[in-house]
T-cell receptor
Framework: QQQVKQSPQSLIVQKGGISIINCAYE??????FPWYQQFPGKGPALLIA?????SEKKEGRFTISFNKSAKQFSLHIMDSQPGDSATYFC?????????????FGAGTILRVKS | DADVTQTPRNRITKTGKRIMLECSQT?????MYWYRQDPGLGLRLIYY???????NKGEISDGYSVSRQAQAKFSLSLESAIPNQTALYFC???????????????FGPGTRLTVL
C-alpha cells in the first residue's frame, strides 16, 4: 500500500509548457513534503520542499502547491525545458511517526520535447 | 569529487550468492540509508542508521542485512541473492542537525544489481 500516491507515471510536455505532477497522502502525521529530481544514471537530488504551514513555495521555475485539507500537493514546472527531462519523486515525512524518514511516491518520468 | 560513493556501480550475480554493496561518505553526516528503486514503485527504504550504534529496519528489510562500520561507511548485504532482488540500490546520507530535524538526503550514484 503506497502511502504517497503520485501521478502521472509519465508526462510529455512541449518546451515552454507547464509540467504538473500531483501527489496525495492519507497520513496526517506527515509534515514535510520534498520533491526529488533524478537524472538518468544519477541518484535523486532535492529539488524543493514545503512544510504545511504554507500553501505555496516557489524557487525559480519550480513551485510546490500544497492543499492541507485535501491532503494533496503538486509540483509545477513553468517554462519547461529539455534539461528538465528527468524522473521526479514526491515524498513525505513526519517526525512523530516516521522519525524524519522519507516515504516516496512511485515517481513520474518527465520528457520535455524541444 | 563525489561526497557519497557506492561500490560496485554494476554487479551481475547468480541466485544464492552473497553480495555486499558498500557506501562511503565524506559529508560528515551521522545518518545513512539504503533504498532500492524499482520501476513503478519509487524508492523504498531497506535499512537506516542514525548513528554508528543505531541500526533500524525499513519498509523492506527481509533478505537484507547491514553493517555500519564507521560513521562514514554503511554496507548492505544480500546473504543469498534471489532474482526479485534485481534493482537499483541507493545509499543516502543526512545530517541530524538543523531546523525541525528535516534535512536533505544526499544520494550516491547507485548500484545496478542483477541476480540471474
Amino acid at each position: 500500500q503506497q502511502q504517497v500516491k503520485q501521478s502521472p507515471q509519465s508526462l510529455i510536455v512541449q518546451k515552454g509548457g507547464i509540467s504538473i505532477i500531483n501527489c496525495a497522502y492519507e497520513n496526517t502525521a506527515f509534515d514535510y513534503f520534498p520533491w526529488y529530481q533524478q537524472f538518468p544514471g544519477k541518484g535523486p537530488a532535492l529539488l524543493i520542499a514545503i512544510r504545511p504551514d504554507v500553501s505555496e513555495k516557489k524557487e525559480g521555475r519550480f513551485t510546490i502547491s500544497f492543499n492541507k485539507s485535501a491532503k494533496q500537493f503538486s509540483l509545477h514546472i513553468m517554462d519547461s525545458q529539455p534539461g528538465d527531462s528527468a524522473t521526479y519523486f514526491c515524498a513525505a515525512s513526519g517526525k512523530r511517526e516516521y522519525g524524519n524518514k522519507l516515504v516516496f511516491g512511485a515517481g513520474t518520468i518527465l520528457r520535455v520535447k524541444s | 569529487d563525489a561526497d557519497v560513493t557506492q561500490t560496485p556501480r554494476n554487479r551481475i550475480t547468480k541466485t544464492g550468492k552473497r553480495i555486499m554493496l558498500e557506501c562511503s561518505q565524506t559529508k560528515g553526516h551521522d545518518r545513512m540509508y539504503w533504498y532500492r528503486q524499482d520501476p513503478g514503485l519509487g524508492l523504498r527504504l531497506i535499512y537506516y542508521s542514525f548513528d554508528v550504534k543505531d541500526i533500524n529496519k525499513g519498509e523492506i528489510s527481509d533478505g537484507y542485512s547491514v553493517s555500519r562500520q564507521a560513521q562514514a561507511k554503511f554496507s548492505l548485504s544480500l546473504e543469498s541473492a534471489i532474482p526479485n532482488q534485481t534493482a537499483l540500490y541507493f545509499c543516502a546520507t543526512s545530517d541530524s542537525s538543523g531546523l525541525g530535524g528535516y534535512n536533505e538526503q544526499f544520494f550516491g550514484p547507485g548500484t545496478r544489481l542483477t541476480v540471474l
